[in-house]
T-cell receptor, first 111, second 114 residues
């Protein structure tokens, strides 16, 4: 699976949009981009995933560049409860693949 | 909606003892994954099962074993516990449905080895 690069930390003001970038320049055509987050010591929480089109659900939006080498997770109106470590993970389409967590971005939402 | 259930939530053991962690997947999910997260570290994959057969194996010590039962719940057995085994252990489940396989995590078991 392709390696990802994320900034180690970011701050965001409460109520503003949080934009979390991820680079995955070696992504293959059949690999998906997944986002999970982990709120302090809780189980990782699935947020969203996509292949090449932009995706939106009740939690967030995922914007994937046309060349698929990077993506951005957008939390439209960040709240204090969104403070967490956010992981961008690239995974192939072989169902059953394990998740490889690496680094992630520690997002701090401030009042 | 029903989530992944893990028990116990907290476990304290002495060195060289054994421990058994249990995982009950989301109903109708057929795949179970185990992850270990040491203090200050990212979760690391240990092992997974699909339809009661071992599917993939990660950095799981030989002292650990796991299985998935006919009702799809899974147990992680840990023997000869060492101080370094102190960690959070997460179980995740998924419904294997190509091309993607979204995993949903339980709350974890915090194991402390004294």
């Amino acid at each position: 699976d392709a390696k990802t690069t994320q900034p180690p930390s970011m701050d965001c003001a409460e109520g503003r949009a949080a934009n979390l970038p991820c680079n995955h320049s070696t992504i293959s055509g059949n690999e998906y981009v997944y986002w999970y987050r982990q709120i302090h010591s809780q189980g990782p929480q699935y947020i969203i995933h996509g292949l090449k089109n932009n995706e939106t659900n009740e939690m967030a939006s995922l914007i994937i560049t046309e060349d698929r080498k990077s993506s951005t997770l957008i939390l439209p109106h960040a709240t204090l409860r969104d403070t967490a470590v956010y992981y961008c993970i690239v995974m192939g389409d072989n169902a059953g693949n394990m998740l490889t967590f690496g680094g992630g971005t520690r997002l701090m939402v401030k009042p | 909606a029903a989530g992944v259930i893990q028990s116990p939530r907290h476990l304290i053991k002495e060195k060289r003892e054994t421990a058994t962690l249990k995982c009950y997947p989301i109903p109708r999910h057929d795949t179970v994954y185990w992850y270990q997260q040491g203090p200050g570290q990212d979760p690391q994959f240990l092992i997974s099962f699909y339809e009661k057969m071992q599917s993939d194996k990660g950095s799981i010590p030989d002292r650990f074993s796991a299985q998935q039962f006919s009702d799809y719940h899974s147990e992680l057995n840990m023997s000869s516990l060492e101080l370094g085994d102190s960690a959070l252990y997460f179980c995740a489940s998924s419904l294997r449905d190509r091309p993607t396989d979204t995993q949903y995590f339980g709350p974890g078991t915090r194991l402390t080895v004294l």
